[in-house]
């Protein structure tokens, strides 16, 4: 269709799944970012651990739910069934969040944020293909874009709750404390569960856009395989793999901020800024990308990201750090929605939970190594200390650079 005649649909004629899968990622984002964005504080401030192990625990957790979203998205395909496979995993992470008010060790942390992302790896690629199955294409990058708004001003309530829970019980602490903490694990119960019944009880698969999916057994087994995916798409992953090699988990540069000088509070502001931008930009950028293309708004995402970096390893201020992290938020708005509505556009709707699967995995695998990397290049380990805070912010720039320069030669 004309880019007239999407400009005439809007947000109106968007289906109920989209809203409903919106409002579901808002209500688990209130109850995830209250939390994951205190977990790296609560490692490093209340139970002393290195950056390195840091990175490990975010690595493993990231690689357990790729390992499980490659399953799990063909296995959608072979059912036909989205909305099962996105409910329970949902619900299993609404369960074991609570359990972090036991925590007492980093091997506990590690234990529950895998069982977390376990439900991740379970609902993720189904959840996306459901949303990719119930709209046309010529809207495709604004449904995905709404998604991710929702998703991310859920991150912005989650975080704007956990601030206040800081300010009413340590407003001018450096560190985190203990009781906070396990104040805000409680808090987060409520949203989890409000979550999965809005999921439960709202979404509705649409079989007639599966197509071949579930009509046999084998064929759709054999698309759990990337050989049988078209080459652009293999191309995607490709350069994606490399761009997050250098992507370590956003938990370094909130100590990246705490390290130059800001308090709890200033960090979780700094959070909150993140998340507004994000919020604010992600639905009319996702929309863009249907106008402009995919591809010309990941690049322009991925060169805000290599400068982004580049300024986080020659931060002197907090402030600077700060407003460097509320610049980050326009990268992630330019290319999360604009990244997924390109997977649906490089396979047919019969692979498309293989599709995501792959696409969620390419990602989550890297993590592992990029975090680990991260955190070496910081503080080392053993008795090497590391090349300092700034190391890990020059290689993510360098990576996203060739990155971009492979993506703009290899995927026409």
């Known amino acids: 269709m004309t880019p007239p005649v999407h400009r005439q649909k809007g947000l109106r004629h968007l289906p109920r799944n989209v809203w409903v899968m919106s409002a579901t990622s808002l209500f688990n984002d209130i109850s995830s970012e209250m939390l994951l964005n205190l977990i790296p504080f609560f490692l490093a401030n209340i139970l002393g651990v290195r950056t390195a192990v840091i990175g490990l625990i975010e690595g493993i957790a990231e690689t357990t739910a790729s390992l499980l979203k490659i399953f799990f998205g063909a296995l959608s395909d072979r059912f ?118 809005v999921l439960a009880l709202g979404a509705a698969d649409t079989p007639a856009r599966l197509g071949a999916a579930g009509a046999g057994k084998g064929v759709e087994m054999q698309r759990l395989s990337l050989k049988e995916m078209n080459p652009r798409f293999k191309y995607f ?21 705490q390290e130059r000088g800001l308090s709890l509070l200033h960090v979780m502001g700094m959070s909150l800024t993140f998340n507004a931008i994000y919020t604010v930009f992600a639905g009319p950028l996702g929309a863009w990308s249907d106008r402009v293309g995919r591809r010309r708004l990941m690049l322009i995402g991925w060169l805000a990201y290599g400068l982004v970096y580049l300024g986080l390893a020659f931060s002197q201020t907090g402030w600077q750090v700060w407003a460097l992290f509320g610049l980050y938020g326009v990268y992630y708005a330019a290319t999360e929605g604009a990244a997924k509505a390109l997977v649906a556009d490089l396979v047919p709707p019969a692979q498309r939970g293989a599709a995501y699967g792959l696409f969620n995995a390419a990602i989550g695998i890297t993590v592992l190594p990029a975090s680990l990397i991260a955190g070496l290049l910081w503080q080392g380990a053993g008795a090497w200390t590391g090349f300092g805070a700034s190391a890990p912010f020059f290689f993510g720039a360098l990576m996203a650079l060739l990155a971009g320069v492979l993506f703009a030669r290899l995927v026409k």
């Open 80 to 197: 036909g069934k989205r909305k099962p496979f996105a409910v329970v995993g949902y619900a299993l992470s609404a369960f074991t969040k609570p359990f972090l008010y036991f925590a007492s060790t980093w091997g506990w942390v590690l234990g529950v944020r895998v069982a977390d992302r376990i439900g991740k790896g379970i609902r993720t690629a189904p959840r996306d293909a459901l949303i990719a199955d119930s709209i046309d294409e010529t809207q495709r990058g604004l449904a995905f874009g709404i998604h991710r708004a929702g998703d991310t001003l859920g991150a912005f309530l989650g975080l704007g709750i956990a601030a206040v829970v800081i300010w009413r019980t340590q407003a001018q602490a450096l560190l985190l404390g203990l009781d906070t903490f396990r104040l805000v694990v409680l808090i987060s119960i409520i949203p989890a569960v409000l979550g999965v019944l």
């Open 237 to 257: 992953l490709f350069v994606l793999v490399l761009f997050t090699l250098g992507n370590s988990s956003d938990a370094f540069i909130l100590l990246r901020g």
